[in-house]
C-alpha cells in the first residue's frame, strides 16, 4: 500500500510540476549560502533573465575551506543556461577548483534533437531527458540523468521521495517534501557516486535545502529568493 502511495505522490508531483514550471517566469534571484560542518564556507546563487518565451539563467558559486589558515578546498564558478519554450538550448560554464580549470560547452542540435556536449571530462551527445545538475531546478528530481555543471559528464540517477517533513531555515518554516537522489550504479567508487539530500518547498517547488558527506558534512540553504 505504501508503494502506491508513493507513486501516486510522484505522479502528483510531476502533473504539479509540468502544470507550473511557468512559476519561474517569476523568479529573479535566488540566493543559497554553502555550510561545511556547519560553518558558512561561500554561496550559490542563480539570476533569472526573462524574454518573449526565454529564459537566461546566471549562477555564481564560490567556496573556501580552511585548514590551519591555508585554504585546502576552493571552488569559483560562473554558468549560464539559456532556455526557449522551456527546452533547454544552451549551457555553459567555467569552474576553478583548486586552481584546476574545468568547464562545460552545451549546445542543443535541432537535427539530432539532442544535447552536443565539449566538456573537461565528457566529449559527445546527451539525450535531452538529462537535466542540469543544480539546485534552482526542480526538474533535477523528474530526471533519470544528470549532466555536472562542472566537467559535463553524465550520471545516471535515481530518487526517492522520503516523505513529507516541516523544516526550520534561517527562522523560517517551511512544509517540504523529502528527497534522496543517489547515483544509479552503486558500484561506483564514493567520490564518484550522487548521494544527496534534497527538501523542496511544497508551496512554490523552490529547493529550500541540499545536504551531502563528502570530506565533511555539506549543506546548501536557501537564504532568500525575489520574485517580480
Same mark, same amino acid.
Given at each position: 500500500m505504501k508503494k502506491y502511495f508513493y507513486i501516486l505522490i510522484l505522479l502528483f508531483l510531476y502533473t504539479h510540476v509540468a502544470a507550473h514550471t511557468a512559476h519561474y517566469k517569476g523568479i529573479i534571484k535566488i540566493e543559497m549560502e554553502v555550510f561545511r560542518n556547519n560553518k558558512l564556507i561561500g554561496y550559490s546563487n542563480y539570476f533569472f533573465?526573462? =524574454?518573449? @518565451?526565454? *529564459?537566461? !539563467?546566471k549562477n555564481y558559486t564560490q567556496f573556501k575551506v580552511k585548514l590551519l589558515g591555508a585554504n585546502i578546498f576552493t571552488i569559483a564558478s560562473e554558468a549560464i543556461e539559456k532556455y526557449? &519554450?522551456?527546452?533547454? #538550448?544552451? /549551457?555553459? $560554464? #567555467?569552474? /576553478?577548483?583548486?586552481?584546476?580549470e574545468?568547464? !562545460?560547452?552545451? &549546445?542543443?542540435? &535541432? $537535427?539530432?534533437?539532442k544535447f552536443i556536449i565539449d566538456g573537461s571530462s565528457y566529449k559527445g551527445e546527451a539525450s535531452t531527458d538529462c537535466v542540469i545538475g543544480n539546485w534552482w531546478n526542480h526538474k533535477i528530481l523528474e530526471a533519470n540523468k544528470q549532466i555536472s555543471p562542472l566537467t559535463g559528464s553524465i550520471k545516471d540517477q535515481v530518487v526517492q521521495l522520503i516523505g513529507k517533513e516541516n523544516i526550520i531555515i534561517y527562522g523560517k518554516s517551511y512544509d517540504t517534501h523529502h528527497y534522496k537522489l543517489k547515483s544509479k550504479d552503486d558500484n561506483l567508487p564514493k567520490n564518484k557516486k550522487l548521494d544527496f539530500d534534497i527538501w523542496v518547498n511544497t508551496k512554490n517547488n523552490l529547493i529550500i535545502k541540499v545536504s551531502? $558527506?563528502? *570530506? =565533511? @558534512?555539506?549543506e546548501y540553504r536557501l537564504k532568500n529568493f525575489k520574485i517580480n
Open positions: 533573465e526573462h =524574454g518573449d @518565451n526565454t *529564459m537566461t !539563467v526557449k &519554450n522551456e527546452k533547454l #538550448i544552451q /549551457f555553459k $560554464s #567555467i569552474t /576553478f577548483q583548486n586552481r584546476k574545468k568547464y !562545460v560547452n552545451l &549546445n542543443y542540435n &535541432n $537535427s539530432k534533437k551531502y $558527506s563528502r *570530506m =565533511g @558534512n555539506w
